[in-house]
C-alpha cells in the first residue's frame, strides 16, 4: 500500500524533530523548525529527469521566496536503492552548477540505507545521515554560513554526531529511525 504524501510528510517531520533537533545533529536546525521556515515536498516521480526537474523547480521557488529557509525533497520511489539514491545526489550536484546555483544554495543527502564510504552497514555512525525516505535537502550556503559564526569549532560537529550515535548504539538509533515512521 502506497504511503500518502501527508504521511510521508509526517514521518520527516518527526524525523527533523527526533534526531535531527532532538539528538542535535545539526545545531541551527532548530530555530528554522520552531519558526516554520522548512518546506517539506514529496516527489512521487520515478525517473530521474522528473526528481530534477522537481529540484530545478524547487531551487527556483528557494531564490523567490526568503520566507522558506531550507527544503526537504523526499523521494519515496524509484530510490529506495542507496546506489541509486547515491547516482541522483551526483547529478543533483551538478544540476545545482549547471543553473547557477552554486554558492547560494547546497544539497545535503539522506536515506534509510545511508552508509559512509568505508564504514559497515551497522555502524550506528550511519545514522546521521539515515532518514525515513530518501532526501535531498536544500540549503541556503548564506544561512550557514551565518550560522556558523556563533559556533566554536564547526569542523567538529559531523565527528560528534558520529561518536554520539555510536555511544547511543545501533539498537537505539535503528529504534529512533523507526519511531518515526508514521504508516
Known amino acids: 500500500m502506497r504511503n500518502s504524501d501527508e504521511s510521508i510528510i509526517e514521518s520527516c517531520r518527526l524525523w527533523v524533530l527526533k534526531v535531527i533537533v532532538g539528538l542535535n545533529f545539526c545545531p541551527f536546525a532548530k530555530p528554522v523548525v520552531e519558526t516554520n521556515r522548512v518546506s517539506y515536498k514529496v516527489i512521487n516521480e520515478r525517473s530521474l529527469a522528473h526528481c530534477l526537474m522537481a529540484l530545478s523547480d524547487e531551487l527556483s521557488a528557494l531564490s523567490a521566496d526568503e520566507g522558506v529557509e531550507t527544503s526537504l525533497l523526499i523521494y519515496p520511489h524509484g530510490f529506495e536503492s542507496f546506489d541509486d539514491y547515491l547516482e541522483l545526489v551526483e547529478v543533483a550536484d551538478a544540476l545545482l552548477v549547471d543553473e547557477g546555483y552554486e554558492g547560494t544554495f547546497q544539497l545535503a543527502s539522506f536515506h534509510p540505507d545511508y552508509c559512509f ?55 537505539q538509533m535503528q529504534a529512533l529511525l523507526k519511531a518515526c515512521r508514521t504508516e
Open 117 to 171: 564510504d568505508g564504514q559497515q552497514d551497522d555502524d550506528a555512525a550511519n545514522y546521521t545521515n539515515r532518514s525515513p525516505y530518501p532526501i535531498l535537502h536544500i540549503l541556503r550556503e548564506a544561512s550557514i554560513e551565518k550560522a556558523l559564526e556563533s559556533v566554536a569549532n564547526p569542523e567538529k560537529i559531523p565527528n560528534r554526531n558520529i561518536e554520539f550515535a555510536r555511544a547511543k548504539g545501533l539498537v
